[in-house]
């Protein structure tokens, strides 16, 4: 990839459906700067596609674009535009198989319980698509995430209205968290003095001993961790906050990151799922296990095996589990319309998101009723449960936060070659009974690290690198300089990992001039409560955390400042110079397709994409000495804040403009800026009959798109959209497509 290549992901859901109207235009205004800007297909279905060529046609095979771009990660001239994509859940995949299988690609299905080794291979195989897959594959550099200058100006001057108020009579909200047998009381750290390679061993009390995994190779410098959580007092807990809430009459609600963190969440899940419908569960064990319900999968999950019973077995299941409803607490919604609960499916409610909504509406979760309602909020593990309680007893002490007065708290996350929890998928392990587990130096024979456990327990294995650690540091002094604010490490020196975490950023600070700013290591409370003192005073506070953290502080602190992460900028520089450019989240990408579908309007807001864009020109100009990508990058800033300005995002309701009318107006504030800009005279020249075609045209243009609205759509799928039917779907305005496509 010698050319000046940007690759623009193609990915998932409502940001998938937008790259059908906004990349041709970006595509024309860049090969004026001769950039290409091609697609790579990254989105669930490709991966899927990518995994099974030997059972697909020659002319419906997909090449493993996710490998190819991780091998390209390590190139200087690496420039790739990640947009949002799915995290898949064992129910979104079983979803995609099916929506494949149902176009002729002869894809096998998910095995749950593998029954022999055929079965074992394809599950294997599916391993390698669910939850994150694609992050830690481009992740090969540590984020730098922020909300650009003109969208923090433009979201203090016209602040977001989704900020209810706390009462000021006192709200029953709290975190609850467990206070013993967590990850974070179990978890034993250190720091390889060398390579090596090492393997994970069960012990069991009876003398049995099992290797779970060996040849894991290690680097010098590398930290290694060993944490377990303990299932029985998961339980427990589980229990005891459920009848708190029942006493308090108030919401239970549990949040988990079931899609990052694939295999413990989503079993940690389950246990909730169990303890909540234990009457259920208990009263029909042996018929729940031979239909092979999977309290993992959800409730949801669990109904659907149910829902194969014959009558009058099928509702005499189902009616117990509804009297479940009537002796437990009420549960939070996910769709109250459609008797959605919080327990309803893993991927529903995932902690980075759900969290921040809590502290946005005053506390409270929706009801039954559809109503707003005070909830407890389960966060079982106190790495970083604690930091959530904060703000939530902040919140209650001092009442709403004001986007129009608050300032911003940026990150700068440790999260290069899978660094810590979320490279810990193929290392995590079920323990069969009572015992040990063990992390052995395989060259020595030396005993690591060991944590006890008891059957059904969870236990995982996490490592950070020493070249990200240093570059982590590196990169926290760099922003502090270039922004004036302080920079806080949000380490726990009580936590195993994060001690030896200290060590380094102590040693590697001595590598920076600091004399010109303020560093601080605090443990996560002392980092929270030292933020939102300034983000009231309107003082802005840079974040340098570990990577599940850079995850949840990213969206908590957007989505109260902006209302939404994907308005943020997410630039991750690459460890071998190249840059990932990361445009937002996409949580809320499933019900912008459902509208979608429904009317014909689609209100995902483009701007993260926008914003990335910018700097990934940047990146062209500067590793290609490239003038002309310089001015591109300039004149779209420019245009960036003049779309801010006019109000061009997307509106939520049908009718109003959509997505597609607010590509319109970027691409003629891009072409009105380059055309007034004095750089670049041929480009100036190139783009001012564009300018004032799109102009001249803006009422034909507008009215050809909101022509399109309020009527069914349909673009052929879900997770594999017709491309014929994408296009014309997102490009409905023949003036518009004929301006830019004259480019």
Same mark, same amino acid.
């Given at each position: 990839?010698?050319?000046?290549?940007?690759?623009?992901?193609?990915?998932?859901?409502?940001?998938?459906?937008?790259?059908?109207?906004?990349?041709?235009?970006?595509?024309?205004?860049?090969?004026?700067?001769?950039?290409?800007?091609?697609?790579?297909?990254?989105?669930?279905?490709?991966?899927?596609?990518?995994?099974?060529?030997?059972?697909?046609?020659?002319?419906?095979?997909?090449?493993?674009?996710?490998? %190819?771009?991780?091998?390209?990660?390590?190139?200087?001239?690496?420039?790739?535009?990640?947009?949002?994509?799915?995290?898949?859940?064992?129910?979104?995949?079983?979803?995609?198989?099916?929506?494949?299988?149902?176009?002729?690609?002869?894809?096998?299905?998910?095995?749950?319980?593998?029954?022999?080794?055929?079965?074992?291979?394809?599950?294997?195989?599916?391993?390698?698509?669910?939850?994150?897959?694609?992050?830690?594959?481009?992740?090969?550099?540590?984020?730098?995430?922020?909300?650009?200058?003109?969208?923090?100006?433009?979201?203090?001057?016209?602040?977001?209205?989704?900020?209810?108020?706390?009462?000021?009579?006192?709200?029953?909200?709290?975190?609850?968290?467990?206070?013993?047998?967590?990850?974070?009381?179990?978890?034993?750290?250190?720091?390889?003095?060398?390579?090596?390679?090492?393997?994970?061993?069960?012990?069991?009390?009876?003398?049995?001993?099992?290797?779970?995994?060996?040849?894991?190779?290690?680097?010098?410098?590398?930290?290694?961790?060993?944490?377990?959580?303990?299932?029985?007092?998961?339980?427990?807990?589980?229990?005891?906050?459920?009848?708190?809430?029942?006493?308090?009459?108030?919401?239970?609600?549990?949040?988990?990151?079931?899609?990052?963190?694939?295999?413990?969440?989503?079993?940690?899940?389950?246990?909730?799922?169990?303890?909540?419908?234990?009457?259920?569960?208990?009263?029909?064990? @042996?018929?729940?296990?031979?239909?092979?319900?999977?309290?993992?999968?959800?409730?949801?999950?669990?109904?659907?095996?149910?829902?194969?019973?014959?009558?009058p077995k099928k509702s005499e299941v189902l009616a117990d589990f509804d009297k479940c409803y009537e002796s437990g607490p009420a549960l939070a919604m996910v769709d109250s319309r459609n008797n959605v609960t919080n327990l309803?499916?893993?991927?529903?409610?995932?902690?980075?998101?759900?969290?921040?909504?809590?502290?946005?509406?005053?506390?409270?979760?929706?009801?039954?009723?559809?109503?707003? %309602? @005070?909830?407890?909020?389960?966060?079982?593990?106190?790495?970083?449960?604690?930091?959530?309680?904060?703000?939530?007893?902040?919140?209650?002490?001092?009442?709403?936060?004001?986007?129009?007065?608050?300032?911003?708290?940026?990150?700068?996350?440790?999260?290069? %070659?899978?660094?810590?929890?979320?490279?810990?998928?193929?290392?995590?392990?079920?323990?069969?009974?009572?015992?040990?587990? %063990?992390?052995?130096?395989?060259?020595?024979?030396?005993?690591?690290?060991?944590?006890?456990?008891?059957?059904?327990?969870?236990?995982?294995?996490?490592?950070?690198?020493?070249?990200?650690?240093?570059?982590?540091?590196?990169?926290?002094?760099?922003?502090?300089?270039?922004?004036?604010?302080?920079?806080?490490?949000?380490?726990?020196?009580?936590?195993?990992?994060?001690?030896?975490?200290?060590?380094?950023?102590?040693?590697?600070?001595?590598?920076?001039?600091?004399?010109?700013?303020?560093?601080?290591?605090?443990?996560?409370?002392?980092?929270?409560?030292?933020?939102?003192?300034?983000?009231?005073?309107?003082?802005?506070?840079?974040?340098a955390t570990g990577n599940a953290l850079r995850d949840y502080l990213t969206d908590l602190f957007p989505i109260l400042e902006l209302g939404t992460s994907a308005k943020m900028l997410s630039i991750v520089p690459l460890l071998?110079?190249?840059?990932?450019?990361?445009?937002?989240?996409?949580?809320?990408?499933?019900?912008?397709?459902?509208?979608?579908?429904?009317?014909?309007?689609?209100?995902?807001?483009?701007?993260?994409?926008?914003?990335?864009?910018?700097?990934?020109?940047?990146?062209?100009?500067?590793?290609?000495?490239?003038?002309?990508?310089?001015?591109?990058?300039?004149?779209?800033?420019?245009?960036?804040?003049?779309?801010?300005?006019?109000?061009?995002?997307?509106?939520?309701?049908?009718?109003?403009?959509?997505?597609?009318?607010?590509?319109?107006?970027?691409?003629?504030?891009?072409?009105?800026?380059?055309?007034?800009?004095?750089? @670049?005279?041929?480009?100036?020249?190139?783009?001012?009959?564009?300018?004032?075609?799109?102009?001249?045209?803006?009422?034909?243009?507008?009215?050809?798109?909101?022509?399109?609205?309020?009527?069914?759509?349909?673009?052929?799928?879900?997770?594999?959209?017709?491309?014929?039917?994408?296009?014309?779907?997102?490009?409905?305005?023949?003036?518009?497509?004929?301006?830019?496509?004259?480019?």
């Amino acid at each position: 990839m010698s050319k000046q290549l940007i690759v623009w992901t193609e990915i998932d859901e409502a940001p998938a459906l937008a790259t059908y109207s906004l990349l041709p235009m970006v595509q024309k205004f860049t090969k004026e700067a001769d950039i290409a800007v091609e697609t790579r297909d990254i989105s669930l279905s490709g991966r899927i596609l990518a995994n099974f060529p030997d059972k697909l046609k020659d002319d419906q095979k997909v090449e493993d674009y996710l490998t %190819q771009l991780g091998d390209w990660t390590q190139s200087p001239e690496a420039n790739i535009i990640k947009l949002p994509n799915i995290s898949a859940s064992i129910p979104q995949l079983q979803e995609a198989i099916k929506e494949l299988q149902e176009k002729g690609y002869d894809v096998p299905d998910y095995p749950e319980e593998p029954k022999n080794d055929e079965e074992k291979s394809i599950k294997e195989r599916y391993a390698k698509v669910l939850g994150s897959a694609v992050n830690p594959v481009l992740r090969e550099g540590n984020s730098d995430r922020r909300a650009a200058a003109a969208v923090k100006r433009f979201g203090q001057k016209f602040p977001h209205r989704m900020m209810k108020p706390w009462p000021e009579s006192g709200s029953q909200c709290r975190v609850a968290h467990m206070e013993s047998g967590d990850f974070y009381e179990s978890e034993v750290s250190t720091t390889l003095p060398e390579a090596t390679t090492i393997k994970w061993v069960f012990k069991g009390k009876d003398g049995s001993e099992k290797v779970l995994k060996k040849g894991h190779a290690m680097q010098a410098g590398e930290v290694l961790d060993l944490s377990c959580m303990n299932i029985r007092k998961l339980r427990e807990f589980y229990a005891e906050t459920a009848k708190e809430a029942k006493e308090k009459g108030v919401l239970l609600s549990l949040h988990l990151k079931a899609t990052m963190m694939k295999i413990s969440d989503p079993y940690m899940f389950g246990q909730c799922v169990e303890v909540y419908f234990a009457d259920a569960f208990e009263k029909h064990a @042996d018929t729940l296990k031979e239909i092979g319900a999977n309290s993992s999968l959800g409730l949801g999950g669990v109904l659907a095996k149910v829902n194969t019973l014959p009558e009058p077995k099928k509702s005499e299941v189902l009616a117990d589990f509804d009297k479940c409803y009537e002796s437990g607490p009420a549960l939070a919604m996910v769709d109250s319309r459609n008797n959605v609960t919080n327990l309803h499916a893993p991927n529903d409610i995932i902690v980075d998101a759900s969290m921040p909504n809590v502290v946005r509406d005053g506390g409270k979760m929706w009801n039954l009723a559809d109503e707003l %309602q @005070d909830t407890i909020a389960m966060v079982p593990d106190r790495c970083y449960a604690t930091m959530y309680r904060e703000i939530i007893e902040d919140a209650k002490k001092n009442g709403q936060f004001d986007p129009a007065t608050m300032g911003s708290v940026s990150n700068v996350g440790l999260m290069a %070659q899978k660094a810590e929890e979320y490279g810990s998928h193929d290392k995590t392990f079920f323990a069969e009974a009572d015992g040990v587990c %063990q992390v052995v130096d395989e060259k020595t024979g030396n005993v690591l690290l060991e944590v006890p456990v008891e059957k059904k327990d969870v236990f995982r294995s996490c490592q950070a690198k020493d070249e990200p650690i240093r570059d982590w540091v590196k990169l926290a002094v760099t922003r502090a300089k270039d922004s004036g604010d302080p920079v806080v490490f949000w380490l726990d020196e009580k936590r195993a990992h994060d001690a030896q975490l200290i060590k380094k950023v102590n040693t590697y600070l001595k590598d920076h001039d600091t004399s010109d700013i303020t560093v601080k290591i605090m443990c996560p409370v002392d980092a929270m409560n030292y933020s939102l003192k300034r983000v009231r005073k309107g003082e802005n506070t840079i974040s340098a955390t570990g990577n599940a953290l850079r995850d949840y502080l990213t969206d908590l602190f957007p989505i109260l400042e902006l209302g939404t992460s994907a308005k943020m900028l997410s630039i991750v520089p690459l460890l071998k110079g190249g840059g990932l450019f990361e445009t937002g989240a996409g949580g809320s990408a499933p019900k912008h397709v459902s509208q979608f579908l429904k009317e014909g309007h689609l209100r995902w807001d483009s701007l993260g994409e926008f914003c990335a864009l910018v700097p990934s020109l940047e990146q062209v100009a500067k590793v290609f000495n490239n003038a002309k990508a310089k001015v591109l990058a300039e004149a779209l800033d420019a245009a960036v804040e003049k779309h801010l300005e006019n109000g061009k995002a997307p509106s939520r309701k049908a009718g109003e403009i959509d997505n597609r009318g607010s590509h319109f107006y970027l691409a003629m504030y891009w072409a009105e800026a380059l055309a007034a800009q004095t750089k @670049d005279k041929a480009l100036a020249e190139k783009f001012a009959p564009v300018a004032k075609a799109l102009q001249d045209n803006e009422e034909k243009i507008v009215a050809e798109i909101a022509a399109a609205e309020g009527k069914p759509t349909s673009v052929g799928g879900y997770f594999k959209p017709d491309a014929d039917l994408a296009f014309k779907a997102m490009r409905p305005s023949a003036t518009l497509n004929s301006i830019i496509d004259a480019i």
